[in-house]
């Protein structure tokens, strides 16, 4: 009993000898001969000691977070035109071999402090994350201009890329020795795409949600999508309560129950061929129980891809299924401050544009221009997935996504699928998997299983690979082993401390959940087909 004793009190010993080992490493920790990358400040904090940090687009406290040593970093990102990136790593002190980049999301300027600390630094993660080379939320693009030309730049791509040198080589002089394996976690915005585009040996494995890739055809749709609509005096305008309690419920009336379940939830909406004319109004009826000739007109419109006269594609339509939030989207009376930011201050460089100014030469110009080389559509990935690299990509977009249409996902995923069978001898499925979250609106929310490891979610079930993406995506990395479902949680509320409302198998495109029996709240009674 006395051994047992004294060996305890000698671990306990050990333990605290290391941790402030670690607290003094952090504190002292002065990288050396990384050029245009300045340290800020470090800052050590103790397994669950309070971390208390914001900034305009992120902000996390926590106390339930293990020790990390908190590197501040300046990354210079264009020396003759004196623009730089904040940067930060976070260095777990129960490291697990491998980096992860967080990304941003729309214009977002600050770093990604809720999920450096709610799923880099918890997994075991060094996490690097960065400003993109300017301060704002993420519908704010005033900073953008007019000609801020080095500023969009930084934003479109060069701040990610030279974070994430700077974060590899701050996480290789802390812990002495290299990064085993380096990973991407994002949602709405391309900028893991365009990397893997341009550099294809910054990541192993990127797991993207509903990605912003298609700037210049993404913000003219989105025009597209409110002119449907507004002006909100307008004859086709639709309030809010005419999307939740007249829409919405015939659109579940005429499709919920296609996939074998009525719940609220449509799995595959790609087969709901929803007809608007049965909420006709009658003579004398009450308009706000249902829809005029010109709303009928809109919500066509607004359901359907978007070509020009042209017949030239630019982008996908809503889909019947995510009606309560549409209206917090591009389809309410007050038109989403990003699309109008993009066109003054990104493309046009005029302060006085409003929608009302729009026309379909945007969209080529746009395409000319590409503010920022924003756009991630290049179909070839083959220097990212073929030997000797062999970089995977998990990509997952709610089918009720409110601000980019799910279209977009599919789009650029069927580009990639059709490049690579005519032009390689890779099978897209062996580097490349997309899968679809019926009910999830943009990036989470929604009624649906919308927790599975992503940003801006709420926890998953747990950390396996089985019910969390960034882990199926280290286990395919590094094991081979691609996942075919994924299940996701829906909790009460979105509160995790409420309980588990459902669970959801989370399919591979372009198969598609259905009921086969049994118990609705479990992923158990669905198949993937």
């Not at 893991?192 to 494995?205: H, M, R, V, Y």
């Not at 005429?254 to 709901?272: E, T």
């Not at 990036?443 to 993406?469: D, K, M, T, W, Y």
Request: with cysteine; aromatic share 10%.
């Amino acid at each position: 009993m006395a051994l047992r004793t004294t060996l305890a009190l000698l671990s306990g010993v050990a333990l605290a000898l290391a941790a402030d080992d670690l607290r003094t490493s952090c504190a002292r920790f002065a990288p050396r001969d990384i050029p245009g990358v300045a340290v800020v400040a470090t800052t050590h904090f103790a397994a669950h000691a309070r971390v208390d940090i914001s900034n305009i687009f992120s902000s996390i406290n926590a106390t339930d977070l293990p020790a990390f040593c908190r590197v501040e970093l300046v990354v210079t990102t264009n020396a003759t035109g004196g623009s730089f990136a904040n940067t930060e790593v976070w260095l777990p002190d129960d490291w697990n071999g491998r980096v992860l980049t967080i990304g941003n999301g729309g214009f977002g300027g600050g770093i990604a402090v809720a999920d450096l600390g709610g799923v880099a630094v918890p997994q075991g993660f060094a996490g690097i994350s960065t400003n993109t080379g300017h301060n704002s939320s993420s519908a704010d693009g005033q900073w953008a201009g007019p000609h801020n030309d080095n500023a969009i730049i930084d934003w479109g791509w060069r701040a990610v890329h030279l974070s994430v040198i700077a974060g590899k080589e701050i996480t290789k002089q802390y812990y002495r020795k290299s990064a085993k394996r380096s990973y991407y976690l994002g949602c709405s915005t391309g900028m893991a795409l365009k990397e893997i585009q341009l550099f294809p040996d910054s990541f192993d494995g990127i797991v993207i949600g509903s990605p912003a890739n298609w700037m210049t055809h993404l913000q003219p749709w989105s025009v597209h999508m409110s002119l449907n609509v507004l002006p909100a005096t307008s004859s086709r305008f639709i309030p809010r309560d005419t999307w939740v309690n007249v829409i919405g419920p015939e659109v579940m009336k005429q499709c919920d129950a296609l996939d074998g379940l009525s719940d609220g939830i449509i799995n595959d909406p790609r087969v709901c061929n929803f007809r608007p004319e049965v909420l006709t109004c009658r003579p004398g009826q009450n308009t706000s129980t249902c829809l005029t000739a010109d709303q009928i007109s809109a919500v066509h419109r607004i359901y359907a891809d978007y070509y020009e006269a042209d017949q030239t594609y630019v982008f996908g339509g809503y889909y019947p299924g995510g009606e309560n939030a549409y209206p917090t989207g591009l389809v309410g009376a007050n038109p989403f401050a990003l699309v109008a930011d993009w066109f003054r201050f990104f493309l046009l460089n005029d302060t006085q544009w409003t929608m009302n100014d729009y026309n379909a030469s945007a969209i080529q110009l746009g395409d000319e221009i590409n503010p920022g080389q924003s756009n991630a559509i290049d179909p070839n990935l083959t220097a990212f997935a073929a030997a000797p690299h062999h970089g995977k990509v998990l990509h997952y977009v709610g089918w009720a996504d409110q601000l980019i249409s799910p279209g977009n996902s599919l789009h650029y995923y069927e580009t990639v699928h059709e490049f690579t069978l005519g032009n390689s001898t890779l099978d897209v499925d062996d580097f490349y998997r997309l899968f679809t979250v019926p009910g999830m609106n943009h990036c989470a929310g929604g009624q649906a299983a919308n927790a599975f490891g992503g940003v801006s979610q709420p926890r998953p079930l747990s950390l396996e690979p089985e019910h969390n993406i960034l882990a199926a995506m280290v286990r395919w990395v590094e094991e081979g082993v691609a996942p075919t479902t994924i299940t996701g949680v829906k909790y009460k509320d979105d509160d995790v401390a409420s309980g588990v409302a459902f669970t959801r198998p989370l399919c591979k495109y372009p198969s598609m959940v259905r009921f086969r029996g049994g118990n609705p709240n479990l992923a158990s009674s669905f198949d993937c087909t």
